[in-house]
Nanobody, 120 residues
């Protein structure tokens, strides 16, 4: 399995950024996918998750209404649209593969992260 995240960048507060994660080596639609992030000095946290079919979605409270997770199963790609970015969104963002199609079973594989920096 390979998960390659793209879209690192430096943006100003209030700006937007879109992350992508290209997946290979798996039947993409059979697995829930998620975005995690880890800020300096903090634990890694789940930002958003989406079921294999893209029907069930959840978000961390801190990003609700600002971030949108989506997936294209034909392209084996996961996305995270981030709007109204805040300095506290600065972190390394990782895409993750679920244990199964349902989000309920958690995630068991993380790709290389991509750095997002939001300046005030």
């Amino acid at each position: 399995v390979q998960l390659q995240a793209y879209g690192r960048g430096l943006v100003q507060a209030g700006g937007s950024l879109r992350l992508s994660c290209a997946a290979s080596g798996l039947t993409f639609s059979r697995y829930a996918m998620g975005w995690y992030r880890q800020a300096p000095g903090k634990e890694r946290e789940l930002v958003a998750g989406i079921s294999g079919a893209g029907i069930s979605i959840n978000y961390a409270e801190s990003v609700k209404g600002r971030f949108t997770i989506s997936r294209d199963n034909d392209k084996n790609t996961l996305y995270l649209q981030m709007n109204s970015l805040k300095p506290e969104d600065t972190a390394i963002y990782y895409c993750a593969k679920g244990v199964a199609a349902s989000r309920s079973f958690g995630y068991n594989y993380w790709g290389q992260g991509t750095l997002v920096t939001v300046s005030s």
